[in-house]
């Protein structure tokens, strides 16, 4: 078990100020949707200390809030599991060297801390994020002021979509917010630059849509604002490569695991507007998204309008994998 005794390493923390404690909500991505779980006031793991969700607070100077200087995971676990805990932290290591990044701790420490911020936070079911920052500098560019990074962990309860949503399919609109190219900022990275994609969220919500497709430069599908998109043609299931600006989804590669289970060949190739318009069935992943379905897309009923038979199976066998598989958290 981790102990509170181990402190910031340098990092300069605004002292809190005193004040009453607000409850944090479960994470919603739309206002018109709640959680089944309660508000609740939370413990954040900040810096190898567990502090209360009120004292968790971070420099004005980090360059996570100044510049998008961080990278993060978004995971989830179900009953008593964390969901593909190896693979979410091989991603944020990955993320880490790609922008010069040293994680202050081994993925043994990390892994503790992460399962005890569950643990105190008594949670069987939920999602976690994990954040680390470039740390506390100045208001100068280079990095190099920064001394050492942060790192912070959120155990709480999440739900983007009601259960209605889920049961009936999305809405999706293409968005005019073309995906950032890898020679720009490469998808590759979870980075703490989320701009393109809240960009791209804007626009859905404009439009009253429940999600948006992104584009690349050459016109095709790379994904939407938080999700990996699968269409399915005849029998066959087709998603966009890595190479076309698609994050490389833990979800994503979970899917492509259910579908060799099932028989049903993927073909990673480049996806346009038009294949969507005339999939028999669509659905998205992602790690709080889940396995979605996908029954409109600008304007167009895709297949019969209703979740597809593929789709469903899929889904099935998610929700028994999740049940089933990844890390204890209480043993």
């Given at each position: 078990m981790l102990t509170k005794t181990s402190t910031v390493g340098g990092a300069v923390i605004?002292?809190?100020?005193?004040?009453?404690?607000?409850?944090?909500?479960?994470?919603?991505?739309?206002?018109?949707?709640?959680?089944?779980?309660?508000a609740r006031d939370l413990t954040i793991y900040l810096d190898g200390k567990f502090v209360p969700e009120a004292d968790a607070k971070v420099s004005v100077f980090d360059h996570g809030l100044l510049y998008g200087d961080g990278i993060f995971e978004g995971i989830r676990f179900y009953n008593g599991r964390v969901f593909r805990l190896?693979?979410?932290l091989e991603r944020l290591w990955d993320s880490a060297r790609s922008i010069c990044l040293e994680i202050p701790m081994g993925r043994g420490e990390m892994t503790e801390a992460l399962l005890e911020t569950i643990r105190r936070n008594d949670l069987r079911e939920g999602y976690?994020?994990?954040i680390v920052t470039?740390?506390?500098?100045n208001l100068g560019l280079n990095p190099v002021q920064c001394k050492?990074?942060?790192?912070?962990?959120?155990?709480?309860?999440?739900?983007?979509?009601?259960?209605?949503?889920?049961?009936?399919?999305?809405?999706?609109?293409?968005?005019a917010t073309r995906r950032t190219g890898a020679a720009a900022l490469n998808p590759a990275v979870k980075s703490l630059?989320?701009?393109?994609?809240?960009?791209?969220?804007?626009?859905?919500?404009?439009?009253?849509?429940?999600?948006?497709?992104?584009?690349?430069?050459?016109?095709?599908?790379?994904?939407?604002?938080?999700?990996?998109?699968?269409?399915?043609?005849?029998?066959?299931?087709?998603?966009?490569?890595?190479?076309?600006?698609?994050?490389?989804?833990?979800?994503?590669?979970?899917?492509?695991?259910?579908?060799?289970?099932?028989?049903?060949?993927?073909t990673e190739t480049d996806i346009t507007r038009h294949d969507v318009f005339v999939a028999d069935e669509c659905f998205l992943t992602g790690t709080?998204?889940?396995?979605?379905?996908?029954?409109?897309?600008?304007?167009?009923?895709?297949?019969?309008?209703?979740?597809?038979s593929i789709t469903t199976r899929m889904i099935a066998r998610f929700r028994e994998m999740t049940r089933a598989t990844g890390t204890p958290i209480f043993e």
């Amino acid at each position: 078990m981790l102990t509170k005794t181990s402190t910031v390493g340098g990092a300069v923390i605004d002292k809190p100020e005193t004040r009453a404690k607000a409850p944090l909500k479960p994470a919603v991505d739309n206002q018109s949707k709640t959680a089944s779980a309660p508000a609740r006031d939370l413990t954040i793991y900040l810096d190898g200390k567990f502090v209360p969700e009120a004292d968790a607070k971070v420099s004005v100077f980090d360059h996570g809030l100044l510049y998008g200087d961080g990278i993060f995971e978004g995971i989830r676990f179900y009953n008593g599991r964390v969901f593909r805990l190896e693979e979410h932290l091989e991603r944020l290591w990955d993320s880490a060297r790609s922008i010069c990044l040293e994680i202050p701790m081994g993925r043994g420490e990390m892994t503790e801390a992460l399962l005890e911020t569950i643990r105190r936070n008594d949670l069987r079911e939920g999602y976690i994020r994990l954040i680390v920052t470039r740390g506390v500098g100045n208001l100068g560019l280079n990095p190099v002021q920064c001394k050492r990074p942060s790192v912070i962990i959120i155990a709480t309860t999440i739900a983007l979509y009601s259960k209605e949503v889920c049961e009936k399919g999305l809405t999706v609109v293409t968005c005019a917010t073309r995906r950032t190219g890898a020679a720009a900022l490469n998808p590759a990275v979870k980075s703490l630059n989320y701009l393109n994609n809240v960009m791209a969220r804007i626009e859905a919500n404009l439009a009253g849509a429940d999600e948006a497709l992104m584009l690349n430069e050459a016109g095709n599908v790379a994904e939407c604002t938080a999700d990996n998109v699968f269409i399915i043609k005849h029998g066959r299931i087709f998603t966009p490569p890595i190479a076309a600006g698609a994050l490389r989804g833990i979800t994503r590669s979970v899917a492509f695991d259910i579908a060799a289970e099932l028989g049903i060949k993927i073909t990673e190739t480049d996806i346009t507007r038009h294949d969507v318009f005339v999939a028999d069935e669509c659905f998205l992943t992602g790690t709080a998204a889940e396995v979605i379905p996908v029954v409109k897309a600008d304007g167009r009923t895709i297949g019969s309008g209703k979740p597809g038979s593929i789709t469903t199976r899929m889904i099935a066998r998610f929700r028994e994998m999740t049940r089933a598989t990844g890390t204890p958290i209480f043993e």
